[in-house]
T-cell receptor, first 113, second 117 residues
Framework: AQTVTQSQPEMSVQEAETVTLSCTYD???????LFWYKQPPSRQMILVIR??????QNATENRFSVNFQKAAKSFSLKISDSQLGDTAMYFC??????????FGEGTQLTVNP | NAGVTQTPKFRVLKTGQSMTLLCAQD?????MYWYRQDPGMGLRLIHY???????AKGEVPDGYNVSRLKKQNFLLGLESAAPSQTSVYFC????????????????FGSGTRLTVV
C-alpha cells in the first residue's frame, strides 16, 4: 500500500515571502502521479499542481512549484511571494494508475500580513 | 456550473439514526468516490465506483453503504450512525484516461459536515 506523509502539521509565513511544504511517500511503483491540493476555509478542494513521476522536470504553476526527488520519494511544494489568500490546508496526494488517490495528513499554512 | 454537488452541506444526527448523503456530478465522469476528512488524518477513502452499477470498498468502509444506480449519482448511506462517524465527507469524481487510470485528477464537491451526537 502507498503511504503519504506530511511531517509539518502547521506552518506560517510572512506575506510576500517564500515557504516550502514537505511531503514524502512510499511506493514500489515506478509510474505514478503526485498532487498538491489546497483547502481554504470554504472547504473546497482545489488542485494546485500535478507531477508525473516519469517526468524529470519539476512542475510549475505561476507562484507554485514543486521539488520532485524520485529517488528520495520526496515531493515538496514551494510557494513564492506568499499572499493572504494562500492561507489554507494543503494536502499532498499520490496516485498510481488503476488505483485511488491517497492523501497525506495535511499542513495548515497561515500567511501573516 | 459544471461540477460535483453534495447535499446536504450540514447535518446533525443522533446515535442510531440513519441518513443518506447524495452526490451528483454533471461531467459524465465514470469514476466516483466518497472520502471522509478527520483532523490529522487527511482524507481517507470510504467507497468508490468505477461505473454505473458497480461499487467497491476503500480504506475505511465499515458502517457505510453506497449505491450507484445512475452514472451521475453516488449515494453514501449510514444505517446506524455512531459518534465515530462525525466527520466531513467529500465526494469526488474523475474520468479514466487512456491508461485506464484517473491521472488527470479528481473534482471534489464542497463537503458535508456531519455531527453524530
Amino acid at each position: 500500500a502507498q503511504t503519504v506523509t506530511q511531517s509539518q502539521p502547521e506552518m506560517s509565513v510572512q506575506e510576500a515571502e517564500t515557504v516550502t511544504l514537505s511531503c514524502t511517500y512510499d511506493t514500489s511503483e515506478n509510474n505514478y502521479y503526485l498532487f498538491w491540493y489546497k483547502q481554504p476555509p470554504s472547504r473546497q478542494m482545489i488542485l494546485v499542481i500535478r507531477q508525473e513521476a516519469y517526468k524529470q522536470q519539476n512542475a510549475t504553476e505561476n507562484r507554485f512549484s514543486v521539488n520532485f526527488q524520485k529517488a528520495a520519494k520526496s515531493f515538496s511544494l514551494k510557494i513564492s511571494d506568499s499572499q493572504l489568500g494562500d492561507t489554507a490546508m494543503y494536502f499532498c496526494a499520490f496516485l498510481r494508475s488503476g488505483s485511488r488517490l491517497t492523501f497525506g495528513e495535511g499542513t495548515q499554512l497561515t500567511v501573516n500580513p | 456550473n459544471a461540477g460535483v454537488t453534495q447535499t446536504p452541506k450540514f447535518r446533525v444526527l443522533k446515535t442510531g439514526q440513519s441518513m443518506t448523503l447524495l452526490c451528483a456530478q454533471d461531467m459524465n465522469h465514470e469514476y466516483m468516490y466518497w472520502y471522509r476528512q478527520d483532523p490529522g488524518m487527511g482524507l481517507r477513502l470510504i467507497h468508490y465506483s468505477v461505473g454505473e452499477g458497480t461499487t467497491a470498498k476503500g480504506e475505511v468502509p465499515d458502517g457505510y453503504n453506497v449505491s450507484r444506480l445512475k452514472k451521475q449519482n453516488f449515494l453514501l448511506g449510514l444505517e446506524s450512525a455512531a459518534p465515530s462517524q462525525t466527520s466531513v465527507y467529500f465526494c469526488a469524481s474523475s474520468s479514466p484516461t487512456l491508461t485506464g487510470g484517473a491521472e488527470d485528477g479528481y473534482t471534489f464537491g464542497s463537503g458535508t459536515r456531519l455531527t453524530v451526537v
